[in-house]
């Protein structure tokens, strides 16, 4: 097992306040933490086999928060990185990622940047649709604004739910 201490380059991970995720790179007995930060957040957790030993983190586990079952494709996915999660998904309108960002900005980081810019000022009024989410308080506020904007566009059947899992 490699253990890695240092909190790295990435010049966020050294201005997180409060809990932060754990760094699991080059770790592979993990599936089980990943899931649980999954389902505390609100996002349903999926094993898929075929990812296992290709990311960061040697895991299958990746989430899932998807607005409506028949849409061509799962809304967001989400996958573990050494400290943080990667959120990738069809984009949140600019207000309700500015709102996210004046709550969350320095943890629910728009487009992964390490300088936390506003997702205005940075996508300039465009949809933000790639996070990289530094604490499980940032995840599970992420996931909660998925789920308002879903909500607030009458995609009531958002599946699946936290009671699902």
Request: aromatic share 8%; proline share 8%; glycine share 10%.
């Amino acid at each position: 097992m490699v253990t890695i201490s240092s909190p790295g380059v990435c010049p966020s991970n050294t201005t997180v306040k409060g809990q932060r995720f754990p760094n699991y790179a080059g770790r592979n007995d993990v599936d089980d933490l990943l899931k649980k930060e999954l389902i505390d957040a609100g996002i349903k957790p999926e094993t898929w086999d075929f990812l296992k030993d290709k990311g960061e983190v040697n895991s299958s586990i990746r989430g899932t928060l998807c607005p409506a079952p028949d849409m061509p494709r799962c809304g967001w996915v989400f996958e573990r990185r050494w400290y943080y999660w990667v959120a990738e998904g069809l984009g949140i309108p600019p207000e309700y990622a500015e709102k996210l960002h004046k709550t969350h900005g320095q943890v629910v980081r728009v487009e992964g940047h390490c300088g936390c810019p506003s997702p205005l000022e940075y996508n300039k009024g465009f949809a933000v649709g790639l996070y990289h989410v530094d604490t499980p308080e940032g995840l599970k506020a992420l996931a909660d604004t998925i789920k308002q904007v879903a909500k607030d566009s009458d995609l009531k059947n958002l599946s699946p739910t936290v009671n699902e899992i």
